[in-house]
């Protein structure tokens, strides 16, 4: 068995295993076969409980959040509008996958016509494109708020935060546009299966029948550039926020300013964290199980829109004491 590992995700790899062990003559199938969790068919039902859990729990967790931020006025600022879309992105992403994976272990679903499969693939990159500028966004606004903070209102007004917005959005689609329009001039004739619950770039044209490696490079090109870029804008960012803050004079001024950016931080940080893991499982651990990797992929897609909502809700002052007042007077 061939194994081709890729995961991308707001500039990471994920993992694919393409098999060419059945490999027929047929060529441009009309749909695609996804497999689920290979090797788990028989857990699915199992598997679909805390899949479907992480999914009620990033809906409800984000919408719970643009809820919030709606009906306070207090919230309306720059910060909390990036939070916002934040949520939107997160809700896309995990909408974009979960769907059709849940389908496939209740229903045994497990066919996608040709164009709906570059659709998925178009919106899964895209949101996780999104999620990363925003991540950007969010670090410069607490660069902006700790470092400037007498020019942070001047500088982030309105319509900056919805220049940056769009900007966020155009950078995403532009650049995963070439994905789908890349992979549907390949023809296929080797299988139309798919080893993964979604359809996502790499997967799809590595079962391609010809030479596809402007698709391989291209794709390689979105992961450097994101994934640099967008991690080297953070770190300058926190760079300059760390030095500011251990300038202040006193240990407690110096911790209530480090908590103004901790959510954003720790939010960052349970984005990454887990892509290095499994970028190094990717190198170290090739005896690792097909249905292990897999799994671990489709976890890491789906712990930040689940995790995001929940660290900026315990950790944000402002939405933690919103959030029980709401509660407060619904069980007044």
Known sequence: MQETLFYLRVGHLLTYFMSNSNATDFTNPSTFILLGIPGLEAAHIWLSIPF????????????????????????????????????????????????KMLSIFWFNSREISFSACLTQMFFIHCFSVLESGIFVAMAFDRYVAICDPLRYSNILTNPVVAKIGVTMVLRGAILVLPYPLLARQWPYCRTNIIRHPYCVHIAVVNLACDDTRISSYYGLFVLLSVTGLDLHLIAMSYIQILR?????????????????????????????????????????????????????????????????????????????????????????
């Open 52 to 99: 479907c859990t992480m999914y009620a729990t990033a809906i409800l967790g984000n919408f719970t959040i643009l809820f919030i931020v709606k009906t306070e006025p207090s919230l309306h600022g720059p910060m909390y509008y990036f939070l916002c879309m934040l949520a939107i992105s997160d809700l896309g992403l995990s909408t974009s996958m979960l769907p």
């Open 244 to 332: 500011a803050i251990f300038s202040l004079p006193t240990k407690n001024a110096r911790i209530k300013t480090f908590r103004t950016c901790s959510s954003h931080l720790f939010a960052t940080l349970a984005c990454n964290i887990p892509g290095l893991f499994i970028s190094l499982m990717n190198r170290f651990a090739q005896n690792v199980p097909l249905h292990f990797h897999v799994l671990i992929a489709n976890v890491y897609l789906l712990m930040p829109p689940m995790l995001n909502p929940i660290i900026y809700g315990v950790r944000t002052k402002q939405i933690r004491d919103r959030l029980l007042r709401l509660f407060t007077h619904t069980g007044a």
